[in-house]
């Protein structure tokens, strides 16, 4: 039984109106942080550029949680909406994901037994024919038809092959890919000092805004 959920959505042309006219406002308050958004690269040859980065990076920060705090007290009852109808077929929705799941699984195990059996059968039959002195390229077992026709519609069986396993000692080094989270997480906790074979780490500081 879903229950039924009551929600006080605004009118959405007018919220979006006020949306629009308080983004100008920041846009026209913001001119000097949007050209400099705009530069392609930000350098600082010494201190005094080192500091006015510091101060406009402090603005860029309380510009942007201003901002994007206005949006999202906006922005609120229209996700709150979004989420009680989400939650009304939530269920539901999970439950026919699960069946197509189970449904495409099995179809596509019983497809995968099938040519496998057919071409172990091609394999017997043109090992036969090559002992009975006959060319084996002229022995073929057709291939089960990809597309079942049903009263609701058709299903056609695209050909995939997944990885079944994976020897990690036999594998070439480009297919590795490395765990740069927890490369960074040992470099982090080690203060570079972790001995990782292969890795190298760099000092690369992150601005953390403080309040005054």
């Known amino acids: 039984m879903t229950e039924e959920v009551a929600l006080i959505v605004p009118d959405f042309k007018v919220a979006l109106g006020e949306a629009a006219e308080r983004f100008r406002g920041f846009l026209m308050r913001d001119t000097e942080l949007v050209r400099a958004a705009s530069q392609k690269e930000i350098v600082?040859?010494?201190?005094?550029?080192?500091?006015?980065?510091?101060a406009m990076l402090n603005l860029t920060r309380d510009s942007f949680k201003e901002e994007d705090g206005y949006r999202k007290e906006k922005a609120k009852p229209y996700d709150d909406a979004a989420k009680a109808v989400n939650e009304i077929y939530r269920d539901h929705l999970n439950a026919l994901k699960a069946l197509d799941k189970a449904l495409a699984g099995a179809m596509s195990k019983f497809a995968s037994q099938k040519e496998k059996a057919r071409l172990e059968l091609e394999a017997k039959l043109k090992k036969e024919a090559e002992d009975s002195g006959i060319a084996p390229s002229q022995v073929?077992?057709?291939?089960?038809?990809?597309?079942?026709?049903?009263?609701?519609?058709?299903?056609?069986?695209?050909?995939?092959?997944?990885?079944?396993?994976?020897?990690?000692?036999?594998?070439?080094?480009?297919?590795?890919?490395?765990?740069?989270?927890?490369?960074?997480?040992?470099?982090?906790e080690s203060k570079g000092q972790a001995v990782i074979p292969g890795v190298v780490f760099e000092y690369a500081p992150v601005p953390a805004t403080g309040s005054k």
């Open 44 to 54: 600082i040859n010494n201190d005094d550029d080192y500091a006015k980065a510091g």
């Open 140 to 188: 073929t077992v057709a291939a089960t038809a990809k597309t079942t026709s049903n009263v609701v519609g058709s299903i056609t069986m695209r050909d995939k092959w997944k990885v079944a396993s994976v020897d990690m000692a036999l594998l070439p080094e480009c297919w590795k890919i490395a765990n740069m989270d927890g490369l960074e997480k040992a470099g982090n």
